[in-house]
């Protein structure tokens, strides 16, 4: 690489002294007053005349003009050939207009009369100069001159600038490198003293320290030109390896910053959540105000650019996948041996790896039915109710209603992003038949009540960015255990599992706010008491239920007893109620994880106490059976046991049905 450098810098050596109208700011060569005016005094002394045309030829070479300049010099040269000082730098000016015989003989006269350590090295200059084909004795003799005027002036900037020059025609690494370190003890600001030591650090191959002084020198005057030029001589004498290892780093630590900052923002957000939750609102419903709607917007913000970093993560995420293969490639050639075995995990994980990144990016969505779809004229009690609560909360009712197996109880809006946002969208609430078993009417619209809060909050609405990337991330990490590629060694098992955590911390944290909110809305509709007995309810026959039919396939599967309807269905040996109430006990107080979307039930029954909110009066049918909304029960869960039955067979567990 020092060869390379060398053969560079002597190519563009007399460019880049040359002076240039394209600069980062104007060159001004160090200055040495005491000088310049000691040979004034000198020539004053003896020739007025000739000092004033001296002084004339000063100013001309300040102004620019060249021609002038070389014109008054030729004047002083004729007046007073003894003023070596003017012979000296009408050679310099002559060389710059190319007149290389004339300025070999004006600088060896100067020279000859006066063995100064300037004309020394202006001698010196004229012969590189000169030297346009590589003469080796204009080279040695330009080397020597320069040396010798070092020797008798190290302390002056055009004798060490000159050493500098003539060090360089002659790839004299050594003597470079001291001459560049004592132009940066002489004048450390001057654009060509950090231009030699961009050199000569380059030379040595700290090529950071090259390339910033390099930047330096052209923020002090260096010629554009130069600047570029030499900024791609460092930039190509680095291996890849330096070459983008560097801006790896940085973009991998700006990566991680923002992952951090992500993560920190999401335990900001949900402590900010818990706060919220348990100030008693000032508003008689669940709507965002003040702080809580600040509270929403930030969250809406955060999610999307976490959303966002998370597909702008994916190019880096392949890019450390490669990476860790051709590195175990790279490390395999460098130890002389090659682990068959070794190579064909690190081809699994890569392929496996960047197949299932592939995939997470075009995920497929079936719009499947969640359940039973009601005919609603067959049903007008529920009709009816669902229209009650609707307006009670102050929004558009549900479009459809569909039965499922469980216990759940939730709302979806179904169609396109473009048909949520004009209204259109289908609105369908998701009623599980094991939660109506032993549940009131005004339980049951309490907890229609919440649901309906979300649809009037918008919750539903919009949110698809967020949908796309928890189904990608899923799609992500199961191809990955699919391939085999779910490995701590493996770059891309990192980060879907890191990246996973800061997700949920940030999603479910605005989930639940917004089931504070529909809280709030179901509190003020109909009363804190009768959510807090609908949402009770709802947890108690979650585990009663799950129960239940652990208890029956206990008995009829070993037996193969055949079952018609598991909802009605007693078996012989059911579970102990002090079993079971510790367990609806422990599902009620259980520690919310960072992947819940709800808090726990206790807290949210103590929120929508502190509120103490009486809602709507009772209706003559509150305190009735929530079944009687629906016709011909039976039916139903015998359907819904069917459905059941066939979710089972899909595990492997089998149940015959009753003739």
Same mark, same amino acid.
């Given at each position: ?96 207009? @190319? ?77 470079? #490198? ?53 900024? @791609? ?32 923002? #999401? ?11 348990? &100030? ?85 969505? &079936? ?19 669902? @229209? ?7 929004? $558009? ?16 809006? $179904? ?11 289908? $609105? ?210 015998? &359907? ?10 899909? &595990? ?8």
């Amino acid at each position: 690489m020092k060869g390379a450098l060398f053969a560079v810098a002597v190519a563009v050596l007399a460019f880049a002294l040359l002076p240039s109208a394209a600069r980062a700011a104007p060159y001004v060569p160090p200055y040495d007053a005491a000088f310049e005016a000691k040979i004034k005094a000198e020539i004053q002394g003896r020739d007025p005349e000739g000092a004033a045309l001296f002084a004339q030829a000063t100013s001309a070479r300040d102004r620019g003009d060249d021609a002038a300049y070389a014109d008054l010099l030729e004047k002083v040269h004729a007046r007073d050939p003894w003023f070596t000082h003017a012979t000296r730098r009408l050679c310099q000016a002559e060389s710059m207009r @190319d007149h290389h015989d004339r300025a070999l003989a004006l600088c060896r006269e100067a020279y000859a009369a006066d063995a100064s350590p300037q004309n020394a090295a202006g001698l010196a200059t004229a012969l590189l100069a000169a030297d346009q084909g590589g003469n080796a004795d204009y080279g040695t003799r330009a080397l020597e001159l320069a040396r010798e005027a070092v020797q008798k002036a190290p302390g002056d900037y055009y004798t060490q600038f000159t050493l500098c020059q003539a060090a360089l025609r002659m790839k004299d690494t050594r003597t470079f #490198g001291t001459a560049a370190a004592a132009l940066r003890g002489i004048a450390p600001r001057d654009a060509f003293t950090l231009f030699f030591s961009s050199l000569d650090d380059a030379m040595k191959g700290k090529l950071d320290d090259a390339q910033r002084e390099l930047d330096e020198a052209h923020a002090a005057g260096l010629p554009d030109a130069t600047y570029a030029h030499f900024r @791609d001589v460092f930039e190509d004498a680095r291996s890849p390896w330096d070459r983008w290892a560097p801006r790896l780093v940085k973009g991998f630590l700006a990566w991680l910053a923002v992952f951090g900052l992500l993560l920190g923002l #999401g335990a900001v957000l949900s402590a900010a959540t818990m706060r919220a939750a348990s &100030r008693v609102p000032t508003d008689a419903g669940g709507r965002a105000t003040g702080g809580d709607a600040l509270l929403r917007r930030t969250y809406r913000v955060v999610l999307t650019l976490t959303c966002a970093y998370y597909y702008l993560s994916l190019p880096f995420v392949a890019l450390s996948v490669v990476g860790l293969g051709a590195g175990v490639v790279y490390a395999c050639l460098a130890l002389g041996t090659i682990p068959i075995k070794l190579l064909l995990i690190a081809g699994v994980i890569v392929l496996a790896s960047l197949w299932a990144m592939a995939k997470s990016l075009f995920v497929r969505v &079936r719009d499947e039915d969640p359940g039973e779809r009601l005919d609603l004229a067959q049903h007008p009690k529920l009709r009816a109710v669902l @229209d009650e609560v609707a307006a009670r909360i102050g929004t $558009r009712p549900v479009d459809s209603v569909y039965v499922a197996p469980g216990t759940q109880v939730a709302v979806l809006e $179904r169609g396109g992003l473009l048909r949520q946002m004009r209204g259109k969208s289908e $609105r369908c609430l998701v009623l599980g038949a094991a939660v109506l078993d032993g549940m009131r009417l005004r339980e049951l619209k309490a907890v229609l009540a919440h649901e309906y809060g979300h649809f009037h909050n918008e919750d539903t609405a919009g949110g698809g960015f967020a949908l796309a990337v928890r189904r990608s991330l899923f799609t992500f990490a199961m191809h990955l255990a699919r391939g085999g590629a779910a490995s701590n060694l493996n770059p891309a098992w990192w980060f879907v599992r890191g990246f996973n955590r800061v997700f949920h911390g940030v999603s479910q944290g605005a989930t639940r706010l917004q089931e504070i909110l529909a809280d709030r809305w179901a509190a003020f509709a109909y009363g804190s008491e009768a959510f807090s007995r609908g949402l009770t309810h709802v947890v108690s026959r979650s585990v009663r239920f799950d129960a239940h039919i652990a208890a029956t396939l206990q008995e009829v599967v070993p037996a193969k007893e055949a079952v018609a309807n598991f909802y009605s269905f007693v078996p012989k040996k059911d579970v102990e109620p002090k079993k079971i109430e510790d367990a609806v006990e422990q599902a009620m107080s259980r520690p919310a994880s960072p992947y819940d979307s709800h808090p726990r039930p206790v807290d949210r029954i103590a929120w929508v106490t502190r509120i103490a909110a009486e809602g709507a009066p009772a209706a003559d049918d509150d305190a009735s059976d929530a079944w009687s909304l629906l016709s011909d029960r039976d039916a139903i869960e015998k &359907r819904m046991s069917d459905e059941l039955r066939s979710r089972l067979a899909m &595990r492997g567990i089998r149940v015959q049905r009753a003739a």
